[in-house]
C-alpha cells in the first residue's frame, strides 16, 4: 500500500532555515508529480511547492524565492528546503501528489517558526 512519511520538521526562529523530507513508498515514485502541502490551525490545507516527474517545480506566492523543492528518485524521496522562515509558515507540513488523485495522506511534518 502506498506511505508517505514525512520527517524534518520543528521548531525554529525566524529567519532560520529547515530541511523536510518525505519517504514514499507502494507508488511508481520516478512516474510521479509530487507536491508539498501545509496546513495551519483554523486554514484549509494548501499546496506550497510541486515537482513533475521531469523536475520542473512550481511554487506558491508566498514561498517563492525561499522554498525549494527537490527529487531523489533513487531513494524514493521529495525534499522541501525551506529559508528565510517567517511566523506565517507555521503549520503541519505534508507531501503528497503534486496533480490529479492524492495518496493516504501521511502524519506530516510540525513547522513552528517563533522566537
Known amino acids: 500500500q502506498v506511505q508517505l512519511v514525512e520527517s524534518g520538521g520543528g521548531l525554529v526562529q525566524p529567519g532560520g532555515s529547515l530541511g523536510l523530507s518525505c519517504a514514499a513508498s507502494?507508488?511508481?515514485?520516478?512516474?510521479?508529480?509530487m507536491g508539498w502541502y501545509r496546513q495551519a490551525p483554523g486554514k484549509q490545507r494548501e499546496l506550497v511547492a510541486a515537482?513533475?516527474?521531469?523536475?520542473?517545480?512550481n511554487y506558491a506566492d508566498s514561498v517563492k524565492g525561499r522554498f525549494t523543492i527537490s527529487r531523489d528518485n533513487a531513494k524514493n524521496t521529495v525534499y522541501l528546503q525551506m529559508n528565510s522562515l517567517k511566523p506565517e509558515d507555521t503549520a503541519v507540513y505534508y507531501c503528497?501528489?503534486?496533480?490529479?488523485?492524492?495518496?493516504?495522506w501521511g502524519q506530516g511534518t510540525q513547522v513552528t517558526v517563533s522566537s
Open positions: 503528497n501528489a503534486g496533480s490529479g488523485s492524492y495518496y493516504p
Open positions: 507502494g507508488i511508481i515514485f520516478r512516474l510521479a508529480a
Open positions: 515537482i513533475t516527474r521531469g523536475g520542473n517545480t
